[in-house]
T-cell receptor, first 115, second 114 residues
Framework: AQSVAQPEDQVKVAEGNPLTVKCTYS??????LFWYVQYPNRGLQFLLK??????LVKGSYGFEAEFNKSQTSFHLKKPSALVSDSALYFC?????????????FGGGTRLMVKP | NAGVMQNPRHLVRRRGQEARLRCSPM?????VYWYRQLPEEGLKFMVY????????ESGMPKERFSAEFPKEGPSILRIQQVVRGDSAAYFC????????????FGQGTRLTVV
């Protein structure tokens, strides 16, 4: 079975400060990892993914994430937060060997960036 | 290239009625996924379909819920005899192939059962 944990329900940062949204995962094999963002009353927007290769992945809107196999983590980061980054962030995982091909999502972390 | 289109955006049903949610995947996408999001919760996988086939329905409730993705037309998620607990946002996603490529989500259908 595969699972994702986002240990923080909410993260608050001041505009201009760096932000980190944590994600840890569990899969039996090798993971595909994803981050999505959801704005109020909207669908999910893809931010970035890790498939293979470089452990540091760069995505949309200045976000990046680092794949750490030993810690089974895929934390989302941004050097300088914007108020407009305030949204709900979801980490997701799929086992490469999972024939069912569905993504398993974490419970989400609400990011609040204060001016 | 239009994104994933879901309709209706909002749906109100009385208890006992049927709800039909439609999802048109992006052009060229043959894989469709349905997820349910309860208020203040994450997304829960429901069903994964390819054209004319249900690949994985492990997340579907055993009763009242069904899904299809016909050769022609949109994917349909059908909920019979709705109850208040079915009130949620239902999201559809599509991808051209397996999940190694990112999936694209629709804006969701918000079902309210009164």
């Amino acid at each position: 079975a595969q699972s994702v944990a986002q240990p923080e329900d909410q993260v608050k940062v001041a505009e201009g400060n760096p932000l980190t949204v944590k994600c840890t995962y569990s899969v039996s094999g090798n993971p595909y990892l994803f981050w999505y963002v959801q704005y109020p009353n909207r669908g999910l927007q893809f931010l970035l993914k890790y498939i293979t290769g470089d452990n540091l992945v760069k995505g949309s809107y200045g976000f990046e994430a680092e794949f750490n196999k030993s810690q089974t983590s895929f934390h989302l980061k941004k050097p300088s937060a914007l108020v407009s980054d305030s949204a709900l962030y979801f980490c997701a995982v799929r086992d490469k060997g999972n024939a069912g091909n569905m993504l398993t999502f974490g419970g989400g972390t609400r990011l609040m960036v204060k001016p | 290239n239009a994104g994933v289109m879901q309709n209706p955006r909002h749906l109100v049903r009385r208890r006992g009625q049927e709800a039909r949610l439609r999802c048109s995947p992006m052009k060229g996408h043959s894989h469709v996924y349905w997820y349910r999001q309860l208020p203040e919760e994450g997304l829960k996988f429901m069903v994964y379909l390819q054209k004319e086939n249900i690949i994985d329905e492990s997340g579907m409730p055993k009763e009242r819920f069904s899904a299809e993705f016909p050769k022609e037309g949109p994917s349909i998620l059908r909920i019979q005899q709705v109850v208040r607990g079915d009130s949620a946002a239902y999201f559809c996603a599509s991808s051209p192939g397996p999940w190694g490529t990112e999936a694209f989500f629709g804006q969701g259908t918000r079902l309210t059962v009164v």
